[in-house]
T-cell receptor
Framework: DAKTTQPNSMESNEEEPVHLPCNHSTISGTDYIHWYRQLPSQGPEYVIHGLTSNVNNRMASLAIAEDRKSSTLILHRATLRDAAVYYC???????????FGKGTSLLVTP | DGGITQSPKYLFRKEGQNVTLSCEQNLNHDAMYWYRQDPGQGLRLIYY???????QKGDIAEGYSVSREKKESFPLTVTSAQKNPTAFYLC?????????????FGDGTRLSIL
Protein backbone atom coordinates (compact mmCIF):
# COMPACT_ATOMS: atom_id res chain seq x y z
CA ASP A 1 0.00 0.00 0.00
CA ALA A 2 1.19 3.53 -0.76
CA LYS A 3 2.37 5.84 2.01
CA THR A 4 0.52 8.77 3.55
CA THR A 5 1.87 11.92 5.22
CA GLN A 6 0.00 13.71 8.00
CA PRO A 7 0.95 16.48 10.42
CA ASN A 8 1.94 15.15 13.84
CA SER A 9 -0.54 17.33 15.69
CA MET A 10 -3.25 19.95 15.24
CA GLU A 11 -5.27 22.07 17.59
CA SER A 12 -8.81 23.36 17.29
CA ASN A 13 -11.30 25.30 19.35
CA GLU A 14 -14.52 23.63 20.38
CA GLU A 15 -17.44 24.14 17.97
CA GLU A 16 -15.11 25.26 15.18
CA PRO A 17 -14.62 23.25 11.98
CA VAL A 18 -11.46 21.17 11.71
CA HIS A 19 -9.65 20.29 8.49
CA LEU A 20 -7.21 17.40 8.83
CA PRO A 21 -4.92 17.08 5.79
CA CYS A 22 -3.36 13.96 4.31
CA ASN A 23 -0.89 13.73 1.44
CA HIS A 24 -0.63 10.58 -0.63
CA SER A 25 1.25 11.48 -3.77
CA THR A 26 1.97 7.84 -4.73
CA ILE A 27 -1.64 6.70 -4.56
CA SER A 28 -2.65 4.19 -7.21
CA GLY A 29 -5.87 4.24 -9.17
CA THR A 30 -7.43 1.45 -7.12
CA ASP A 31 -6.46 2.72 -3.65
CA TYR A 32 -9.30 3.80 -1.40
CA ILE A 33 -8.66 6.54 1.18
CA HIS A 34 -9.74 5.49 4.67
CA TRP A 35 -9.84 7.50 7.87
CA TYR A 36 -9.90 6.05 11.37
CA ARG A 37 -9.59 7.72 14.74
CA GLN A 38 -8.39 6.43 18.07
CA LEU A 39 -9.42 7.85 21.41
CA PRO A 40 -7.05 7.36 24.36
CA SER A 41 -6.87 3.75 25.57
CA GLN A 42 -9.40 2.56 23.00
CA GLY A 43 -9.29 0.70 19.73
CA PRO A 44 -9.45 2.63 16.45
CA GLU A 45 -12.86 3.63 15.13
CA TYR A 46 -13.77 3.82 11.45
CA VAL A 47 -14.67 7.36 10.34
CA ILE A 48 -15.11 7.47 6.57
CA HIS A 49 -13.64 6.30 3.28
CA GLY A 50 -13.78 7.24 -0.41
CA LEU A 51 -12.24 6.68 -3.82
CA THR A 52 -12.66 9.76 -6.00
CA SER A 53 -15.75 11.71 -5.03
CA ASN A 54 -16.24 13.65 -1.82
CA VAL A 55 -18.08 11.67 0.83
CA ASN A 56 -20.26 12.68 3.76
CA ASN A 57 -21.55 10.73 6.72
CA ARG A 58 -22.85 11.50 10.17
CA MET A 59 -19.34 11.76 11.62
CA ALA A 60 -17.41 13.74 9.02
CA SER A 61 -16.83 14.71 5.41
CA LEU A 62 -14.00 13.59 3.17
CA ALA A 63 -12.77 15.94 0.47
CA ILE A 64 -10.55 14.30 -2.15
CA ALA A 65 -8.38 16.39 -4.49
CA GLU A 66 -9.05 16.03 -8.18
CA ASP A 67 -5.64 14.40 -8.76
CA ARG A 68 -6.21 12.22 -5.64
CA LYS A 69 -2.77 13.08 -4.30
CA SER A 70 -4.23 14.60 -1.17
CA SER A 71 -7.39 14.51 0.89
CA THR A 72 -8.89 16.34 3.85
CA LEU A 73 -11.04 15.01 6.67
CA ILE A 74 -13.50 17.66 7.80
CA LEU A 75 -15.12 17.69 11.22
CA HIS A 76 -17.84 20.31 10.90
CA ARG A 77 -18.08 21.27 14.59
CA ALA A 78 -15.34 19.93 16.82
CA THR A 79 -16.33 18.76 20.28
CA LEU A 80 -14.13 17.74 23.18
CA ARG A 81 -14.99 14.12 22.38
CA ASP A 82 -13.31 14.52 18.97
CA ALA A 83 -9.88 14.79 20.62
CA ALA A 84 -8.11 11.72 19.24
CA VAL A 85 -5.40 10.49 16.89
CA TYR A 86 -6.67 10.51 13.30
CA TYR A 87 -5.19 8.07 10.81
CA CYS A 88 -5.31 8.44 7.03
CA UNK A 89 -4.79 5.06 5.36
CA UNK A 90 -4.66 3.94 1.75
CA UNK A 91 -6.18 0.56 1.08
CA UNK A 92 -5.58 -1.23 -2.18
CA UNK A 93 -6.75 -4.53 -3.54
CA UNK A 94 -3.85 -6.57 -2.21
CA UNK A 95 -3.98 -7.64 1.38
CA UNK A 96 -6.64 -7.07 3.95
CA UNK A 97 -4.81 -5.45 6.85
CA UNK A 98 -4.66 -1.72 7.46
CA UNK A 99 -1.30 0.07 7.34
CA PHE A 100 -1.40 2.53 10.25
CA GLY A 101 1.19 5.30 10.46
CA LYS A 102 1.50 7.67 13.40
CA GLY A 103 -1.51 9.80 12.47
CA THR A 104 -2.43 13.33 13.56
CA SER A 105 -3.10 14.00 17.22
CA LEU A 106 -6.02 16.45 17.43
CA LEU A 107 -6.36 18.61 20.51
CA VAL A 108 -9.71 20.34 21.04
CA THR A 109 -9.80 23.19 23.51
CA PRO A 110 -12.91 24.68 25.14
CA ASP B 1 -25.26 -5.14 20.27
CA GLY B 2 -22.83 -6.53 17.71
CA GLY B 3 -19.16 -5.97 18.32
CA ILE B 4 -15.76 -7.29 19.27
CA THR B 5 -14.91 -8.29 22.82
CA GLN B 6 -11.34 -8.51 23.99
CA SER B 7 -10.35 -9.90 27.36
CA PRO B 8 -8.80 -9.31 29.72
CA LYS B 9 -8.42 -5.53 29.61
CA TYR B 10 -5.12 -5.73 31.52
CA LEU B 11 -2.73 -8.69 31.68
CA PHE B 12 0.58 -9.27 33.40
CA ARG B 13 3.12 -11.81 32.26
CA LYS B 14 5.96 -13.33 34.20
CA GLU B 15 9.28 -14.12 32.55
CA GLY B 16 9.15 -17.38 30.58
CA GLN B 17 5.37 -17.54 30.66
CA ASN B 18 2.97 -17.88 27.74
CA VAL B 19 -0.23 -15.84 27.91
CA THR B 20 -3.33 -15.94 25.74
CA LEU B 21 -5.43 -12.92 24.78
CA SER B 22 -9.05 -13.54 23.88
CA CYS B 23 -10.93 -11.99 20.96
CA GLU B 24 -14.58 -12.79 20.17
CA GLN B 25 -16.82 -11.17 17.57
CA ASN B 26 -20.56 -11.51 16.90
CA LEU B 27 -20.56 -9.52 13.67
CA ASN B 28 -20.46 -12.65 11.47
CA HIS B 29 -17.25 -11.35 9.89
CA ASP B 30 -14.99 -13.76 8.02
CA ALA B 31 -11.71 -11.88 8.51
CA MET B 32 -10.03 -11.23 11.84
CA TYR B 33 -6.76 -9.48 12.72
CA TRP B 34 -4.34 -8.90 15.57
CA TYR B 35 -2.36 -5.67 15.84
CA ARG B 36 0.23 -4.47 18.31
CA GLN B 37 0.58 -0.82 19.33
CA ASP B 38 3.57 0.61 21.20
CA PRO B 39 3.37 4.00 22.96
CA GLY B 40 3.15 6.91 20.52
CA GLN B 41 3.21 4.58 17.53
CA GLY B 42 0.75 3.34 14.95
CA LEU B 43 -0.56 -0.22 14.78
CA ARG B 44 1.50 -3.10 13.41
CA LEU B 45 -0.03 -6.31 12.10
CA ILE B 46 0.81 -9.55 13.93
CA TYR B 47 -1.48 -12.14 12.31
CA TYR B 48 -4.65 -12.21 10.28
CA UNK B 49 -7.18 -14.84 9.28
CA UNK B 50 -9.59 -14.79 6.37
CA UNK B 51 -11.36 -18.07 7.10
CA UNK B 52 -11.70 -20.71 9.79
CA UNK B 53 -8.64 -22.95 10.19
CA UNK B 54 -6.45 -20.62 8.13
CA UNK B 55 -4.27 -17.67 9.10
CA GLN B 56 -1.27 -15.74 7.79
CA LYS B 57 1.67 -13.99 9.43
CA GLY B 58 1.75 -10.24 9.48
CA ASP B 59 4.75 -7.95 9.79
CA ILE B 60 5.76 -8.90 13.35
CA ALA B 61 4.61 -12.52 13.90
CA GLU B 62 7.76 -13.77 15.67
CA GLY B 63 7.04 -14.80 19.26
CA TYR B 64 3.28 -14.98 18.71
CA SER B 65 0.85 -17.74 17.74
CA VAL B 66 -2.85 -17.81 16.85
CA SER B 67 -5.65 -20.26 16.12
CA ARG B 68 -8.96 -19.92 14.28
CA GLU B 69 -11.10 -22.92 15.21
CA LYS B 70 -14.35 -20.97 15.15
CA LYS B 71 -15.48 -18.06 13.02
CA GLU B 72 -16.23 -15.98 16.10
CA SER B 73 -12.94 -16.48 17.90
CA PHE B 74 -9.31 -15.59 17.16
CA PRO B 75 -7.13 -15.96 20.30
CA LEU B 76 -3.55 -14.69 20.34
CA THR B 77 -0.83 -16.38 22.42
CA VAL B 78 2.18 -14.32 23.39
CA THR B 79 4.94 -16.88 23.90
CA SER B 80 8.06 -16.67 26.01
CA ALA B 81 9.99 -16.21 22.74
CA GLN B 82 8.56 -12.70 22.45
CA LYS B 83 11.22 -10.77 24.35
CA ASN B 84 9.48 -7.40 24.40
CA PRO B 85 5.77 -8.16 24.83
CA THR B 86 4.77 -5.02 26.72
CA ALA B 87 2.28 -3.28 24.41
CA PHE B 88 -1.37 -2.57 23.68
CA TYR B 89 -2.91 -5.43 21.65
CA LEU B 90 -5.88 -4.81 19.39
CA CYS B 91 -8.14 -7.30 17.67
CA UNK B 92 -10.23 -6.37 14.62
CA UNK B 93 -12.64 -8.00 12.20
CA UNK B 94 -14.10 -7.18 8.81
CA UNK B 95 -16.27 -8.72 6.11
CA UNK B 96 -14.38 -10.56 3.43
CA UNK B 97 -16.38 -9.09 0.60
CA UNK B 98 -13.86 -6.85 -1.11
CA UNK B 99 -11.00 -5.23 0.74
CA UNK B 100 -12.57 -1.87 1.39
CA UNK B 101 -15.10 -2.46 4.08
CA UNK B 102 -14.24 -0.90 7.44
CA UNK B 103 -12.50 -2.88 10.13
CA UNK B 104 -14.14 -3.02 13.55
CA PHE B 105 -11.84 -2.96 16.56
CA GLY B 106 -12.11 -4.15 20.12
CA ASP B 107 -11.05 -2.02 23.08
CA GLY B 108 -7.71 -3.76 23.42
CA THR B 109 -5.68 -5.67 26.00
CA ARG B 110 -2.77 -3.96 27.70
CA LEU B 111 0.01 -6.47 28.43
CA SER B 112 2.82 -5.76 30.87
CA ILE B 113 5.79 -7.72 32.21
CA LEU B 114 6.03 -8.40 35.93
Amino acid sequence: DAKTTQPNSMESNEEEPVHLPCNHSTISGTDYIHWYRQLPSQGPEYVIHGLTSNVNNRMASLAIAEDRKSSTLILHRATLRDAAVYYCILRGNSGYALNFGKGTSLLVTP
Amino acid sequence: DGGITQSPKYLFRKEGQNVTLSCEQNLNHDAMYWYRQDPGQGLRLIYYSQIVNDFQKGDIAEGYSVSREKKESFPLTVTSAQKNPTAFYLCASSPLTGTNGPQHFGDGTRLSIL
